[in-house]
C-alpha cells in the first residue's frame, strides 16, 4: 500500500502495535508522527526506524494537557493529518472487589478520555476524507474474569468511534475501530502473568498470539482506498480467539 506524502499520527507508539504501525506507515512512505510519555522510550523507537520522515512527540494523552502538546505539534507542522491512529492504552486486571479508584481512573482517562479529546482537538487538523482509527479489544466483547474496568474502557470506546463516524461523515471522514485478540506486546507482557501467554495462545484458533505487525498491516488496510467503504465498523484481529470461545 502507498502512503507516499500521507501524514499520519499514532498516540501510543513507543512499543508494541503503535510501533509496528509506525513502521509500516514509514516504509509506505507516510510522514509519521509518534507520541507516548516517556521520552527515552520515544528515542529507542525513533532509533530502531531510523527515518526522517518519522516525528516523536512526548506526552502524556490521559489528560488535556498532555493532548494539546500533540495539538501544538501538529499545528505546527503546517500540515492536516490523512491518518489518525488512537492506540495508546494501558490495562491492570484485578477482580472488581480488588479494583482501586486509582487503577480505574487511570484506565479510563488514558483509554477513554484520551481518545475522546484527543479527537476533539484534532478535528480542525484533520484533512477532509481521512482516516480515524481506534484501537479496541476483543474484550470489548468477550466477559474474561478480572477484566473489568479494562473491558469497559473498550466498549466505551467502541460506542465513541462508531458515534464519530457518524458526526464526521459529512467530513468523508472515515471512523472505524481495530480489535486486537492477544499480541505479543510489551504491554501484554507487563499486564498478564508469564504463564498465561500459553493460556492465552491456547485460547485462539490459530493456538499462538498475534505478532504487532499483523494489527499495523489491519490499520494500513483501515487507512487506505481500499477501505473506502468502511466506517463506523470494527475489525477483529484476534487469530480467531472470539470464535474459538464460542466452540
Ligand atoms: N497486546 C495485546 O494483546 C492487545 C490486545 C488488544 C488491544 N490492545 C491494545 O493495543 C494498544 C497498544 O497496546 P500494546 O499491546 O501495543 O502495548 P504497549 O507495548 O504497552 O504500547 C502501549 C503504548 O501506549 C503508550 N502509552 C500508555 N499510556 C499512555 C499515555 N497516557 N499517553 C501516551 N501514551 C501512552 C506507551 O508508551 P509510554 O509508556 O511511553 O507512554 C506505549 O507506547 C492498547 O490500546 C491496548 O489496549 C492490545
Redesign the pocket.
Known amino acids: 500500500m502507498d502512503f507516499t506524502n500521507k501524514n499520519v499520527l499514532i498516540?501510543?507508539?513507543?512499543?508494541?502495535?503503535?510501533?509496528a504501525t509506525a513502521k509500516a506507515f514509514i516504509n509506505a512512505g507516510a510522514n509519521v508522527w509518534i507520541?507516548?510519555?516517556?521520552a527515552s522510550?520515544l528515542q529507542d523507537a525513533a532509533a530502531a526506524i531510523n527515518d526522517r520522515k518519522l516525528k516523536t512527540i512526548v506526552?502524556?494523552?490521559?489528560s488535556l494537557e498532555?493532548i494539546s502538546v500533540v495539538e501544538q505539534a501538529i499545528a505546527a507542522s503546517g500540515n492536516k493529518l490523512d491518518v489518525l491512529f488512537l492506540?495508546?492504552?494501558?490495562?491492570t486486571f484485578t477482580p472488581i472487589a480488588q479494583t482501586t479508584e486509582a487503577d480505574f481512573d487511570a484506565q479510563f482517562n488514558?483509554?477513554v478520555k484520551?481518545h475522546y479529546f484527543t479527537l476533539q482537538k484534532l478535528l480542525p487538523h484533520l484533512a477532509d476524507g481521512a482516516s480515524v482509527v481506534f484501537?479496541?479489544?476483543?474484550v470489548a466483547t468477550a466477559s474474561n474474569l478480572g477484566t473489568s474496568v479494562y473491558s469497559a474502557t473498550k466498549g466505551a470506546l467502541n460506542k465513541i468511534a462508531q458515534i464519530a463516524a457518524n458526526e464526521l461523515a459529512e467530513r468523508k471522514i472515515r471512523v472505524n475501530i481495530l480489535?486486537?485478540?492477544?499480541?505479543l506486546?510489551?504491554?501484554?507482557e507487563?499486564a498478564v502473568p508469564v504463564e498465561a501467554k500459553g493460556v492465552l495462545a491456547a485460547a485462539t484458533a490459530m493456538q499462538r498470539l498475534g505478532d504487532?505487525s499483523e494489527i499495523a498491516s489491519t490499520v494500513l488496510f483501515l487507512a487506505s482506498e481500499a477501505a473506502s467503504f468502511i466506517t463506523g465498523t470494527e475489525i477483529v484481529a484476534d487469530g480467531g480467539y472470539l470464535n474459538y470461545a464460542m466452540k
Open positions: 498516540t501510543g507508539a513507543s512499543t508494541g502495535i503503535g510501533l507520541s507516548s510519555r516517556s522510550k506526552s502524556d494523552t490521559s498532555g492506540n495508546a492504552g494501558i490495562a488514558t483509554n484520551g484501537t479496541s479489544s476483543t480489535s486486537p485478540g492477544p499480541v506486546t510489551p504491554g501484554l507487563g504487532p
